[in-house]
């Protein structure tokens, strides 16, 4: 059985930083590219980053580049997404997804990804 879990949200000021993680259980990060997604209220999700399944090479939606950053421990089976610098507009759910490509490759559309996690909330506010 697949799982997901993210936790590490929460409610933090402007500025401030948090780190989510993505528990994986039931699959191997070395055959799933794994992504983050977010939804903020009355707002479609939207892919926010993802990491490939084997050179771990990392994409981001260019409104996080330089803010966010996509690390994961093999030994551990967990990504993590690090988010600095936290704006108001990063106030949503964080989900994190799983899914397979034949190549080293990792996207941000939503319809591809197999596998969902119950995600976790992220309030940025002062």
């Known amino acids: 059985q697949v799982q997901l879990v993210e936790s590490g949200g929460g409610l933090v000021q402007p500025g401030g930083s948090l780190r989510l993680s993505c528990a994986v259980s039931g699959l191997s990060l070395d055959d799933y590219a794994i992504g983050w997604f977010r939804q903020a209220p009355g707002k479609e999700r939207e892919g926010v980053s993802c990491?490939?399944?084997?050179?771990?090479?990392?994409d981001y939606v260019d409104f996080v580049k330089g803010r966010f950053t996509t690390s994961r421990d093999n030994a551990k089976n967990t990504v993590y997404l690090q988010m600095n610098s936290l704006k108001p507009g990063d106030t949503a759910v964080y989900y994190c997804?799983?899914?397979?490509?034949?190549?080293?490759?990792?996207?941000?559309?939503?319809?591809?990804?197999?596998?969902w996690g119950q995600g976790t909330q992220v309030t940025v506010s002062s």
């Open positions: 990491i490939t399944s084997d050179s771990g090479r990392t």
């Open positions: 997804a799983a899914t397979f490509y034949y190549s080293d490759y990792c996207g941000l559309d939503t319809p591809a990804y197999d596998y």
